[in-house]
């Protein structure tokens, strides 16, 4: 099948991760859609002008407004926009099962997003689904304009609540620049053990993917709230 091919594809473009890497850096190998080489929104039938890719990034643990993230591939989600389309890389509505199992005082979520340029700003485009182990569930929402901003970026490019973690001259276009943000989730039950992480899109025209997930375990000053 179609899927299957592009997982054999996806196998032979993804570095394989660094086993002595910390258990806070969150191992999203198994769910990865694209690679860091590839455009995660290409199109099948895409021009050229549009096919940015997020080389920039570190390979592997990289440090990104002062927090490592284990980056080595994309997930990418779909939207409205999106779901019009066939693309090389085979999108989701979400991604459930990001499997974590330990305790954490914060989350720090390394992202971004595509065809947000007429989302207006508050949008609620995805959110994150916290389950612990006690069966309880926490979920944060992705806010258009808070949280993230689309990947390819306007002379305003602040989030209120989050960081430009990443930025990059395009490789198309002399004039255009390309990134993703970091935010932080304060934990408001960081002596639960969380089980697993959802990552799901709402289905607006933005179309969010997520990049890297570190959980903050303690070692640290705690995040402010």
Same mark, same amino acid.
């Given at each position: 099948?179609?899927?299957?091919?592009?997982?054999? !594809?996806?196998?032979?473009?993804?570095?394989?991760? +660094?086993?002595?890497?910390?258990?806070?850096?969150?191992?999203?190998?198994?769910?990865?859609? #694209?690679?860091?080489?590839?455009?995660?929104?290409?199109?099948?039938?895409?021009?050229?002008?549009?096919?940015?890719?997020?080389?920039?990034?570190? +390979?592997?643990?990289?440090?990104?407004?002062?927090?490592?993230?284990?980056?080595?591939?994309?997930?990418?989600?779909?939207?409205?926009? !999106?779901?019009?389309?066939?693309?090389?890389?085979?999108?989701?509505?979400?991604?459930?099962?990001?499997?974590?199992?330990?305790?954490?005082?914060?989350?720090?979520?390394?992202?971004?997003?595509?065809?947000?340029?007429?989302?207006?700003?508050? !949008?609620?485009?995805?959110?994150?689904? =916290?389950?612990?182990? +006690?069966?309880?569930?926490? =979920?944060? +929402?992705?806010?258009?304009?808070?949280?993230?901003?689309?990947?390819?970026?306007?002379?305003?490019? !602040?989030?209120?609540? #989050?960081?430009?973690?990443?930025?990059?001259?395009?490789?198309?276009?002399?004039?255009?620049?390309?990134?993703?943000?970091?935010?932080?989730?304060?934990?408001?039950?960081?002596?639960?053990?969380?089980?697993?992480?959802?990552?799901?899109?709402?289905?607006?025209?933005?179309?969010?993917?997520?990049?890297?997930?570190?959980?903050?375990?303690?070692?640290?000053?705690?995040?402010?709230?």
């Amino acid at each position: 099948s179609r899927s299957r091919a592009r997982k054999m !594809t996806l196998k032979g473009r993804i570095t394989a991760r +660094d086993k002595s890497l910390s258990h806070k850096y969150i191992d999203l190998t198994s769910h990865y859609n #694209a690679a860091l080489n590839e455009n995660p929104f290409l199109e099948s039938k895409r021009l050229p002008y549009i096919d940015e890719k997020l080389t920039g990034l570190t +390979d592997g643990l990289g440090s990104y407004n002062g927090i490592s993230f284990d980056v080595r591939g994309v997930i990418a989600l779909h939207g409205s926009e !999106t779901q019009l389309r066939e693309h090389v890389a085979v999108l989701t509505n979400g991604v459930e099962g990001i499997p974590i199992g330990q305790k954490a005082r914060a989350i720090h979520l390394l992202h971004g997003t595509s065809w947000g340029f007429r989302v207006p700003h508050g !949008t609620t485009i995805g959110k994150y689904n =916290f389950h612990y182990k +006690d069966g309880s569930t926490e =979920f944060v +929402d992705i806010r258009y304009g808070e949280h993230v901003l689309d990947w390819f970026l306007r002379k305003k490019r !602040t989030a209120t609540k #989050a960081k430009l973690a990443h930025s990059q001259r395009s490789i198309r276009e002399a004039d255009r620049e390309v990134g993703c943000y970091q935010m932080t989730w304060v934990n408001p039950k960081p002596d639960v053990p969380i089980s697993h992480i959802d990552f799901v899109s709402y289905e607006t025209e933005a179309a969010p993917f997520l990049l890297g997930i570190t959980l903050d375990t303690g070692d640290k000053a705690a995040p402010k709230k």
